[in-house]
């Protein structure tokens, strides 16, 4: 489980990327207009593409991360990829968990420049807080990792990756300091439709991990040069919040020395929060169990743990670049409708979402599946990365795909619950869901392994987007949802089409030397060849279908480039 919302192999969120568009482009539909015209679902088509190509940025250096810390081998991704568990837990209970739920909820209450003020008041008693408690955090935890990491996350590993994990680990905590207060800057900067310089910095942390990287593999063990990786997820870490700072000087929202925990707006995130952080705790455990169980599966643990941490970034591409992506961009707009109580516009703009969001994740799961081997050979196969474990990636990498139409589902419902001020029922069904991951992974993790505990996370993650789906319909009515059959109907038929000619392609290579997965020549020609036709294919078919979605996601993309 790396995200509950977003992905997983462990519950967390990523957080979306890019630079700043046209205020035209991400302007909010007014909440007393009449419902949404075509030109308007237009526009917010715009704002998601905005915050699309953005995430684009963080998502490719996030792939390229994962392509440097495999060319050190799974002796030293391993322990790296444990080592984060504690630091990622901790973020997500203390600041990431509350940026959709209650931050950006809130902060838009407080949009209106009437009380620009008071939203500076709350936003920097939030951040100092954060690093109050982050302090706090890292002092005891410095003292109990080499039990609690040596103990409880490394079960089997050897004496000498224990050893650099609980090192790691005593490292990465520090990051906490700098990366809460972060999330907290970057809600703020989402609530004020100030999407550009929120997502571009977000991509910073992979670069700091990628420097690191740089430096471990310069110097490996000699001079602590493995530690390298550490000091770069602090790195990556002031990196982030530095690149917020032009937007924050275009808010006019400079540090305040402030810590009011007494105000409304803060006793109201904490009262959105307090189901959250309580599901938070809850995850803490699953995120252990997860941990614990996949260093128990047969074979190779550290092979296993890595495969299934670089199958998640792969997922979390997509996952990032749309469901994350779409939910950022429209949650302030529901929230908006959603206090004005425009229930029509509310549902017209989820709608809206949901169904770009499943004309764009509906292919890319195709896609993943059938082109999985060429993907992973090329991103990770080098280095100390083997073609053994190139192809525990790939099944980890199938395995999670069947998710993603659920995972984009499962977001936007989610946002939607939270822009009603409604954090308990999403809280509830993750609390179900949790029981079914535990169905599914604790009978097979001993026999099936590593792939059992992957599926298990999908099921998860899957099962939350369904009940979810059906509680809305049950609380708030139905989205009409029937009238988009028809669009749904010709997204799987393209989507169809375009994965058998994937396939074809791919089996057609294969016979030839010159396309040969043993050689980067063959794993880069087939991935570009089989996987640029598809896309042609998909998108030519989705065009000559009249899917209304493709239509507008062109207008905004030539908008974006200043086309018309």
């Known amino acids: ?34 419902a949404p015209t075509p030109s308007k679902r237009g526009q917010l088509v715009k704002s998601a593409t905005v915050v699309m190509l953005g995430n684009l940025g963080s998502s490719v250096l996030g792939q390229l991360r994962q392509s440097v810390l495999a060319g050190l081998g799974t002796a030293v991704t391993g322990p790296f990829a444990t080592a984060l568990t504690p630091l990622q837990t901790f973020l997500d209970l203390l600041a990431n968990g509350t940026v959709s739920g209650a931050l950006i909820p809130t902060f838009s209450d407080y949009a209106d420049e009437g009380r620009h003020q008071e939203l500076r008041r709350v936003v920097y008693s ?17 003292f109990v990792a080499p039990w609690f990491v040596g103990s409880i996350l490394t079960g089997d590993f050897k004496a000498g990756e224990k050893a650099l994990t609980i090192t790691f680990a005593q490292v990465i905590i520090c990051a906490l300091t700098v990366m809460g207060p972060f999330a907290v800057l970057q809600a703020v900067l989402y609530a004020r439709k100030e999407f550009g310089f929120a997502a571009f910095a977000s991509g910073a942390l992979h670069l700091g991990i990628i420097a690191g990287a740089i430096v471990t593999g310069w110097f490996g063990a000699t001079h602590f040069g493995q530690l390298g990786l550490a000091f770069g997820v602090i790195l990556g870490g002031l990196a982030q919040v530095a690149l917020l700072v032009p937007g924050l000087k275009r808010q006019r929202l400079p540090y305040m020395f402030v810590l009011d925990v007494k105000h409304p707006a803060i006793r109201r995130i904490f009262k959105l929060y307090a189901p959250l952080a309580v599901s938070y705790i809850i995850s803490m455990f699953f995120v252990f169990l997860d941990l614990s169980l996949m260093n128990r599966t047969p074979g190779d643990r550290t092979a296993n743990l890595t495969a299934a941490k670089f199958a998640t970034t792969l997922i979390q591409f997509p996952g990032g670049l749309v469901s994350a992506a779409l939910s950022f961009a429209i949650l302030p707009t529901l929230s908006r409708y959603a206090t004005e109580n425009e229930d029509s516009q509310f549902k017209e703009t989820l709608t809206m979402g949901l ?3 499943l004309l764009l994740m509906i292919p890319a799961m195709a896609g993943l599946i059938v082109l999985r ?5 090329l991103l990770f196969r080098h280095g100390n990365f083997t073609p053994s474990d190139a192809g525990l990636a790939a099944v980890a990498l199938q395995n999670y795909a069947y998710q993603l139409p659920f995972l984009v589902v499962d977001q936007l419902i989610m946002f939607a619950f939270y822009a009603r001020k409604n954090t308990i029922v999403p809280v509830i069904v993750g609390f179900v869901c949790y029981g079914l991951y535990a169905l599914v992974a604790l009978p097979f ?29 049950k609380f708030f009515g139905s989205l009409h949802f029937r009238s988009s059959l028809p669009a749904l109907l010709k997204i799987i038929v393209a989507t169809v089409v375009m994965a058998a000619v994937a396939w074809v392609l791919q ?13 980067l020549r063959g794993q880069l020609l087939t991935t570009l060849i089989a996987g640029g036709v598809a896309v042609i294919v998909f998108f030519g078919g989705i065009l000559l279908m009249k899917v209304e979605e493709i239509s507008l996601l062109k207008q905004a993309v030539l908008a974006k480039l200043g086309k018309k």
Request: net charge negative; hydrophobic share 50%.
């Open 1 to 34: 489980m790396e995200e509950q919302a977003s992905i997983a192999h462990v519950p967390a969120q990523e957080p979306i990327q890019q630079e700043l568009a046209d205020q035209e482009i991400i302007e909010v539909v007014e909440a007393n207009e009449t």
């Open 126 to 142: 939030l951040v100092n807080l954060l690093i109050l408690i982050s302090l706090f955090v890292n002092a005891i935890f410095i």
């Open 355 to 357: 169904r770009l969001g």
């Open 373 to 377: 081997y060429p993907i992973v050979f």
């Open 445 to 473: 993790y001993r026999t099936i392994g590593m792939p059992a505990l992957v599926f298990a996370n999908t099921v998860q993650n899957s099962m939350h987007g369904i009940i979810l789906f059906a509680l809305f319909y």
């Open 507 to 519: 089996y057609w290579m294969g016979h030839y030397d010159f396309f040969s997965l043993r050689s």
